[in-house]
């Protein structure tokens, strides 16, 4: 068994690993690198592997730093399978076709302002092509990939589909066992299950996002959330959200849904300002299988948890461009996650400046992003090419955090103490990954290991 890591090494973008086990070649994840454009792009323009030589494609989740480079896949001749949940399959099917949008109008951008032409990395014709190769299968059912090699999809608890991928095979006479988490979810998260807890494996390629910290308790967010909102409505403000289109933006949907039962917040117009996230919220309402007992338990009282009283899902660009003239105090959802794209640039831009508006961030910013300035509160920040005063309210609310955070991480790996020959950490910062390789040793895990960019491990 031999792993070779492409990305999400010393970060947590641009996931790809590489298995080679007797003769085959399976690729887990095709993820894109976010952060620093030239560098991103860089990275992202050539692939580290030729795409022929795969034998099959495994996919844990839809986030683009997962998914993004797949259809490069079919653009390089790509003609393998590509197995997944089918609530991943359907989120993919928008998302990479979002992802497609965005690459050609930057092209287009690009090339005005460079006067030369930088084609997109692909197109929705590389899209199309590469969702033809997908292969849905449901959690707890296993199928070979590739002869003798058996993959078993485990809910991640992460997102919508996310999984955990358990991988058996015989290697040399013995029957192995390798897991790779993909990224692990919080326990007790408003939607979705809580995540798997596998028992033993030889292998673990591991997460290690938040592996230097914690989340504040997932119960304290309806609390701080609902004062947030109060004390910004009194004030004649704005609330701006960065969401993720996937998860972030449904679970801040659903706590304001929650809060809305409670009559615990004033009434205020909503608005959910991204075509991406309307997209994806339908699929949320396609694969409610997926759901935990507590939302399940608000449906049956309360009917859809993302439908509210006064909430306008808007896809259209007029509708979107009229809100920048909206005085009144009102919510504002919008896509991109970590505020390097898309329509929040735009209602980042009006509402900056305003020291009566909150800007909400829900969800993990990358370093180099203007997400990850705005946390750090950096007095000026460029937008659009300008800057502008952070002068708006900030205010974090980690516990909506997609990813398990340091402790239920170390409770994770130290399943595998005395158990797993290695359990290699990937997917974090340097000093995530260093705590967490740190945290786990005390507890006498002697197996951790950090994985390295492009140098096989073999086992």
Not at 62 to 87: C, E, K, N, V, W
Not at 186 to 205: G, R, S
Request: a negative charge.
């Amino acid at each position: 068994m031999r792993i070779t890591s492409y990305g999400a090494v010393g970060g947590v973008t641009g996931s790809k690993h590489l298995l080679e086990v007797n003769g085959h070649k399976i690729l887990f994840d095709c993820g894109m690198f976010q952060g620093v454009r030239k560098e991103a792009a860089a990275l992202n323009r050539t692939l580290p592997f030729d795409p022929n030589d795969l034998d099959a494609v495994v996919l844990s989740h839809a986030h683009i730093d997962h998914s993004g480079i797949l259809p490069m896949l079919a653009r390089h001749g790509y003609q393998g399978r590509i197995f997944t949940t089918p609530a991943t399959r359907d989120l993919c099917a928008i998302m990479l076709l979002d992802s497609a949008h965005i690459q050609e109008k930057d092209a287009q951008w690009l090339s005005k302002k460079h006067e030369t032409f930088v084609p997109p990395l692909y197109t929705d014709v590389d899209v199309r092509e590469i969702m033809r190769r997908f292969i849905s299968i449901p959690y707890d059912i296993s199928l070979e990939v590739v002869p003798g090699v058996k993959v078993t999809f485990k809910d991640a608890g992460h997102v919508l589909g996310s999984a955990m991928l358990l991988v058996e095979f015989s290697e040399n006479g013995s029957r192995r066992r390798f897991i790779y988490s993909g990224d692990i979810g919080q326990k007790n998260a408003a939607i979705l299950k809580d995540p798997w807890e596998p028992d033993d494996a030889d292998v673990v390629l591991m997460e290690s996002t938040y592996g230097n910290r914690d989340h504040k308790p997932i119960e304290t967010l309806d609390h701080d959330l609902a004062e947030t909102i109060n004390l910004t409505h009194d004030r004649g403000g704005k609330l701006i959200v960065p969401t993720f289109a996937l998860e972030r933006a449904q679970e801040f949907i659903y706590a304001l849904k929650r809060l809305e039962m409670a009559n615990r917040i004033p009434e205020m117009p909503v608005f959910v300002d991204s075509p991406l996230t309307v997209n994806v919220t339908e699929v949320f309402r396609l694969h409610t299988d997926s759901f935990d007992d507590e939302i399940r338990n608000v449906m049956e009282e309360s009917g859809d948890p993302f439908q509210l009283r006064h909430i306008e899902y808007i896809r259209d660009v007029k509708a979107s461009m009229r809100l920048n003239g909206l005085k009144k105090p009102c919510i504002i959802i919008s896509a991109s996650g970590m505020c390097e794209a898309g329509r929040i640039l735009h209602h980042l831009r009006n509402n900056i400046e305003d020291h009566r508006n909150t800007i909400c961030i829900i969800g993990f910013q990358a370093k180099n992003t203007l997400g990850r300035r705005i946390v750090e509160r950096e007095p000026v920040v460029k937008i659009f090419g300008l800057k502008h005063r952070l002068l708006a309210d900030v205010k974090v609310f980690n516990s909506l955090s997609a990813h398990a955070g340091r402790t239920e991480l170390i409770a994770f790996g130290k399943r595998f103490k005395n158990r797993a020959e290695r359990v290699l950490l990937v997917h974090g910062e340097p000093d995530a990954l260093t705590a967490l390789q740190t945290g786990l040793e005390s507890e006498g895990c002697t197996n951790i290991a950090i994985q390295k960019d492009a140098e096989p491990a073999e086992f």
